[in-house]
């Protein structure tokens, strides 16, 4: 389904009018358009006259409702429906006239690469050569890369059985962390299934959680490095660095470690750039990746490469560092010679958050729930803090924002439908 938007101001089209015929009126597809990433490409990519379809496969999803969204378009779920969703993305390429496809979550992308040279016959895909972003979403040759290159990873075995990982498992002390191999693992009628971190914290509870994997997915078994998680995000052109960007995480979810709720931009660190140039240099990278460390007093460690759009985009972008447009520049301006010097200039200190997993973090630490005994809970006023500075005006939100309002309304709408389901099911 393919809807135009209305509502545009004659002053902010005669802009657009202009601006595109500067840019060859390019049309730029951008997936899974509720989540604050995407909001944040199409915002971006909107402001400076490019048509941007707005596409998901939620037909309520906030992006849809963005006043730089020219059309929305909803596809089938790509997790459930791999091939009807591949099949509607190219219809709706070739319908629309569509120059450029800037796919955001690896449940898009995955359907993609397998027909991706039918792609590449109607538009340009925003993603790294094939080999490279497969060698990026599996762990093992992450980790491999790695060492080869000399950047510091944890302590790492490879296993495949429940008894191998027992066995393996005691070179470490606990908690030891189990990493599925994949993230998400594509299977052509199947759909995709996706595998999460854990950790375990003797051996009955690792035989446990191996039993998941057994036959499915080989699995790595880390030493839990305890520190803080920052990210390097890089736009690349042939391993070449365009631009670059770090942030810090504040807060996360889970507390013991995974998607950041609140992060703020520091300073680019030079020993963690180096690290990430390395790795994506070596790949030749193209395109956007996030390079993620988690940094103790061993100092940095890599635990994996982002080879995608990552979450927090809309840091990098409120701190002056224009990811979407370099990235929409990269795939559809001509050539030209890399620059002699990365952009790295950004201002540092700008905070972000993710409103919906913040409030999430809040609440966990209000109700001082712990899954895992090793993970100093936050004590119940750093939640009663977090929930003021929900009011700072010096922070900024991944969504909301008075620009551009009504994702940001209809963000806060799907928080408290949640809430209120969740107060009632208690």
């Known amino acids: 389904m393919t809807e135009t938007l209305a509502g545009a101001s004659a002053d902010r089209g005669a802009a657009v009018?202009?601006?595109?015929?500067?840019?060859?009126?390019?049309?730029?597809?951008?997936?899974?358009?509720?989540?604050?990433?995407?909001?944040?490409?199409?915002?971006?990519?909107?402001?400076?006259?490019?048509?941007?379809?707005?596409?998901?496969?939620?037909?309520?999803?906030?992006?849809?409702?963005?006043?730089?969204?020219?059309?929305?378009?909803?596809?089938?779920?790509?997790?459930?429906?791999?091939?009807?969703?591949a099949e509607a993305l190219l219809y709706q390429i070739a319908e629309q006239a569509v120059d450029l496809?800037?796919?955001?979550?690896?449940?898009?992308?995955?359907?993609?690469?397998?027909?991706?040279?039918?792609?590449?016959?109607?538009?340009?895909?925003?993603?790294?050569?094939?080999?490279?972003?497969?060698?990026?979403?599996?762990?093992?040759?992450?980790?491999a890369l790695a060492e080869q290159l000399g950047v510091p990873i944890p302590a790492t075995r490879w296993v495949h059985t429940v008894q191998e990982a027992v066995e393996a498992a005691r070179a470490f002390a606990w908690p030891v962390?189990?990493?599925?191999?994949?993230?998400?693992?594509?299977?052509?009628?199947?759909g995709i299934a996706a595998f999460k971190v854990s950790y375990a914290t003797d051996a009955g509870d690792l035989a446990a959680q191996?039993?998941?994997?057994?036959?499915?997915?080989?699995?790595?078994?880390?030493?839990?490095?305890?520190?803080?998680?920052?990210?390097?995000?890089?736009?690349?052109?042939?391993?070449?660095?365009l631009a670059a960007f770090q942030h810090k995480r504040l807060r996360e979810t889970p507390l013991t470690g995974g998607v950041s709720t609140f992060r703020e931009g520091v300073p680019l660190d030079p020993e963690m750039y180096?690290?990430?140039?390395?790795?994506?240099?070596?790949?030749?990278?193209?395109?956007?990746?996030?390079?993620?460390?988690?940094?103790?007093?061993?100092?940095?460690?890599?635990?994996?490469?982002?080879?995608?759009?990552?979450?927090?985009?809309?840091?990098?972008?409120?701190?002056?560092?224009?990811?979407?447009?370099?990235?929409?520049e990269l795939y559809l301006t001509e050539p030209s010679l890399p620059p002699a010097a990365p952009a790295v200039n950004y201002a540092a200190g700008v905070c972000s958050r993710n409103l919906e997993l913040d409030i999430g973090w809040m609440l966990t630490v209000l109700m001082g729930k712990q899954r895992y005994p090793f993970v100093e809970m936050p004590p119940r006023r750093e939640a009663l803090k977090a929930f003021l500075n929900?009011?700072?005006?010096?922070?900024?939100?991944?969504?909301?924002?008075?620009?551009?309002?009504?994702?940001g309304l209809a963000e806060i709408a799907k928080i408290a439908r949640k809430l209120y389901r969740k107060a009632n099911e208690n």
């Open 210 to 241: 191996m039993r998941r994997y057994e036959g499915v997915c080989p699995v790595l078994l880390q030493e839990y490095h305890r520190g803080v998680g920052y990210g390097v995000e890089l736009l690349m052109d042939c391993g070449q660095p």
């Open 17 to 85: 009018r202009v601006s595109q015929a500067k840019l060859g009126g390019r049309t730029i597809l951008v997936t899974d358009a509720g989540r604050g990433s995407a909001i944040s490409i199409i915002r971006s990519l909107g402001r400076r006259g490019w048509t941007v379809i707005a596409a998901d496969a939620d037909p309520h999803s906030p992006g849809f409702r963005s006043r730089y969204a020219h059309r929305r378009f909803v596809y089938p779920q790509p997790e459930a429906e791999p091939q009807a969703f």
């Open 390 to 407: 929900l009011f700072n005006p010096r922070h900024r939100f991944d969504i909301v924002s008075l620009d551009d309002p009504r994702p």
């Open 274 to 328: 180096d690290y990430a140039r390395r790795l994506l240099g070596h790949l030749r990278w193209t395109g956007l990746a996030m390079v993620e460390f988690k940094v103790g007093e061993a100092g940095p460690k890599l635990m994996e490469i982002n080879g995608r759009v990552w979450g927090s985009l809309p840091l990098a972008v409120h701190s002056g560092m224009d990811f979407p447009r370099r990235l929409a």
């Open 101 to 143: 496809v800037i796919p955001v979550t690896d449940n898009v992308i995955l359907p993609i690469l397998p027909r991706r040279a039918e792609f590449e016959q109607r538009c340009k895909l925003a993603l790294p050569e094939t080999g490279a972003l497969l060698a990026a979403m599996d762990k093992n040759k992450t980790l």
């Open 177 to 190: 962390v189990v990493k599925p191999q994949l993230s998400r693992l594509y299977q052509e009628q199947a």
